[in-house]
């Protein structure tokens, strides 16, 4: 049984850093996609970047340039560097991991996405 724990957030002054790490225990099988998402309160869950098995790159328009998804494969960890954060950043951060052994997202739209770890940007 695999499971993801978030963790590095917490309270920043705008403009500074912050870099969450997400490490998955237990053994993912074939090639896997790792993503970070964010929730802020009262918005939907959203994509914040995403990294491959060949390590191709995606992010959502409001980071581009400004975060930056990286993966450790030998520890099954993926990291977030969060850079130049706005106050719109703040939310809880979760990640998520897409295995094609599974066929799937190891958290699904439906399933608790348990605690995430907390970023906080003030102005």
């Known amino acids: 049984q695999v499971q993801l724990v978030e963790s590095g957030g917490g309270l920043v002054q705008a403009g500074g850093s912050l870099r969450l790490s997400c490490a998955a225990s237990?053994?993912?099988?074939?090639?896997?996609?790792m993503g970070w998402y964010r929730q802020a309160p009262g918005k939907e869950r959203e994509l914040v970047a995403q990294i491959r098995g060949g390590d191709s790159l995606e992010y959502a328009d409001s980071v581009k340039g400004r975060f930056t998804i990286s993966r450790d494969n030998a520890k099954n960890t993926v990291y977030l560097q969060m850079n130049s954060l706005k106050p719109e950043d703040t939310a809880v951060y979760f990640c998520n991991v897409y295995s094609t052994n599974w066929g799937r997202w190891l958290r699904g739209p439906s399933d608790s996405w348990g605690q995430g770890t907390q970023v906080t940007v003030s102005s």
């Open positions: 237990g053994t993912i099988f074939g090639l896997y996609v």
